[in-house]
């Protein structure tokens, strides 16, 4: 079945320790996503790569930075993880340039950060 | 900056029971999508809306696009105990200058069913 996929499903970090999530997808969409969603909240939007091309949200800190080396794949790198950073990170995607076909969400990984 | 008005808040009810929730923007949206988050889970599309006045079912759920283009309204009909979790409807703006899928949420609706 096609479908996103998160790896890993909960990651533990220390403070200021650097930490990479993980993205992959089978449904050979051009558009995937970071979301950053906190307990009781909406997924709030990080950034996205339409193709090859990055975009961040202007609120989105430094300290988030994204790599897509292929269609397949893309990475979410936290630099230096703060405690508020502790936080559910969802990844999606869509086929876009031919209007909104719906985002697709993975299964998400739980950070915890000690 | 764009907000969408989800409500209610939450909602507690009996199996068996009908449920009704909706989404209001002061704002023209192009699409509407209505998503369900289990607890630890991503989201799940459920339904995604794409023309003015457009009603679409997916098994007991219904959801319709306003006429207006500034609200949507998603109801479950004879609810069970696995509709439990969290709603959340999503939506592009028409002012929105891109076609790379970028999505408002609103803040969801939680919802309890007692068996």
């Known amino acids: 079945d096609a479908m996103v996929i998160q790896n890993p499903r909960y990651q533990v970090t220390q403070f200021g320790k650097p930490v990479t999530l993980s993205c992959s997808q089978t449904?050979?969409?051009?558009?995937m996503y970071w979301y950053q969603q906190k307990s009781s909240q909406a997924p709030k939007l990080l950034f996205h790569?339409?193709?090859?091309?990055?975009?961040n949200e202007a609120d989105t800190p430094d300290n988030f930075q994204s790599r897509r080396p292929n269609t397949s794949f893309c990475f979410l790198d936290i630099r230096s993880p703060g405690l508020g950073d502790a936080a559910m990170y969802l990844c999606?995607?869509?086929?876009?340039?031919?209007?909104?076909?719906?985002?697709?969400f993975g299964p998400g990984t739980r950070l915890t950060v000690t | 900056g764009q907000q969408l008005n989800q409500s209610p808040q939450s909602m507690f009810i009996q199996e068996g029971e009908d449920v009704s929730m909706n989404c209001t923007s002061s704002?023209?949206?192009?699409?509407w999508l209505w998503y369900k988050q289990d607890p630890g889970e991503g989201p799940v599309l459920l339904i995604a809306?794409?023309?003015?006045?457009e009603l679409t079912s997916n098994g007991r759920l219904t959801a319709q696009f306003g006429i207006t283009r500034k609200d949507s309204f998603l109801n479950i009909s004879a609810s069970i105990p696995s509709d439990v979790g969290i709603y959340f409807c999503?939506?592009?703006?028409?002012?929105?200058?891109?076609?790379?899928?970028?999505?408002?949420f609103g803040k969801g609706t939680k919802l309890s069913v007692k068996p």
């Open positions: 449904l050979n969409h051009n558009v």
């Open positions: 790569y339409y193709d090859k091309d990055f975009n």
């Open positions: 999503a939506g592009q703006p028409s002012n929105y200058g891109g076609s790379q899928g970028n999505l408002i």
């Open positions: 999606a995607t869509s086929s876009a340039g031919t209007g909104v076909s719906g985002q697709y």
């Open positions: 809306l794409y023309k003015a006045g």
């Open positions: 704002s023209i949206f192009n699409t």
